[in-house]
């Protein structure tokens, strides 16, 4: 079957074809699981006006996964900062409880923001890495070549032939310097449409990461010639969309060996995952993301805060994505990561969105150390 869908690159009507199938696919392999979800999720429903302000008195009333000092203290820094809009969510690694969930558009407070979709950016290069290790066997040692600048992406630069200006890079230095060049290239010649879009939808795309309260799907950019498929699987188009919750629990996976854990709100509810990876794929996106932290786009948070102090005990992997909108207005600016303590095994995996324009006071990278540190301080 693998075989099958690499080969399959799609052009016009056929990526819709393609989508189709996998649909069906999808929904045949998955149909008995969901149904016992809706039946669950129409005994607990929360609804979404509800947790707007999530206070301790909401938390005691429903009884909500949320940590209310972590809550308390996310909301404290937002104001410090003047953030201008967040969305922000922090899990428990090892069971999915939502220990954070916080939103704001300027000085109103709205938690929901966490539960919508926003343009995912280079976040997709996760969803690309997992295809490709396991569709095309690559490792984060695969060797590519480019030509251009890393952060763009035009048609002669996936067309290029090789000439004493083409860079070689391999597949871990490309993921933690957001390169879409060498991503879109992976797409286009080592994938196609077919893994991409199987990979996306393993890894919760078109369907709600939690049953207790509406969160909006996260859907993909679904390709119709060979270009949007260079654009889909480097992050470089305004299609493709992941909510913050969504974005989080995508990064459980590389903390529990490939098995992704269903995020959950209430503490009624029982801890889910499903194996959306081979432990080898976990293992070296583990390894990408922790790259990315040490020398690649997030580095310059993480670095001078490492030599001391509750940082230098973690395990913090990461991927950053940056891409201009609308509606708000600004600079999309992500941190999506995980960070384990190697002395209690605690761990957590979250997401960051801001959206920053010219005068701004703190960076996604930013907002999520000291989400982290101050957590690992308190545990």
Request: hydrophobic letters at 40%; one cysteine or more; a positive charge.
């Amino acid at each position: 079957m693998k075989r099958v869908i690499k080969d399959t690159m799609v052009t016009g009507s056929a990526g819709l074809v393609v989508l189709l199938v996998i649909l069906v696919v999808f929904g045949i392999m998955t149909g008995h699981r969901e149904h016992g979800l809706v039946k669950r999720q129409v005994s607990c429903f929360i609804d979404r006006d509800n947790l707007r302000r999530i206070t301790p008195s909401l938390i005691d009333k429903f009884g909500l996964t949320i940590n209310p000092e972590l809550q308390g203290y996310i909301k404290d820094i937002v104001g410090r900062y003047r953030v201008r809009f967040s969305a922000i969510c922090v899990l428990d690694g090892s069971n999915g409880d939502i220990l954070a969930l916080y939103g704001n558009v300027g000085d109103r407070e709205d938690c929901t923001l966490a539960l919508n979709t926003y343009l995912a950016a280079s976040l997709f290069k996760i969803i690309t890495s997992i295809a490709a290790i396991e569709y095309a066997n690559l490792n984060p040692g695969s060797v590519f070549t480019y030509n251009g600048k890393a952060h763009t992406l035009y048609k002669s630069q996936i067309d290029h032939h090789k000439n004493r200006w083409t860079r070689v890079t391999t597949l871990a230095n490309a993921f933690a310097l957001s390169n879409n060049v060498v991503f879109a290239k992976i797409g286009l010649t080592r994938l196609g449409a077919g893994p991409l879009l199987l990979t996306a939808m393993k890894l919760g795309f078109w369907q709600s990461p939690l049953v207790e309260c509406r969160c909006e799907a996260s859907t993909i950019l679904v390709p119709e010639n060979n270009y949007n498929i260079a654009e889909l699987a480097s992050g470089f188009n305004r299609y493709t969309r992941i909510s913050p919750v969504h974005a989080a629990q995508i990064a459980t996976g590389p903390l529990n060996q490939g098995s992704m854990i269903r995020p959950r709100l209430l503490k009624d509810l029982p801890v889910e995952s499903t194996q959306v990876m081979d432990t080898r794929t976990a293992k070296y996106l583990a390894d990408m993301m922790r790259q990315t932290v040490s020398r690649g786009t997030v580095s310059s948070a993480f670095r001078r805060y490492r030599s001391g102090g509750i940082l230098r005990r973690l395990v913090i992997g990461a991927k950053s994505g940056t891409i201009d909108g609308k509606d708000p207005d600004g600079r999309r600016n992500w941190f999506v990561g995980y960070a384990k303590d190697r002395r209690t095994r605690k761990e957590i995996s979250l997401a960051c969105l801001v959206i920053i324009d010219d005068y701004y006071w703190i960076e996604a990278n930013d907002l999520a150390r000291m989400i982290i540190r101050y957590y690992f301080s308190r545990v």
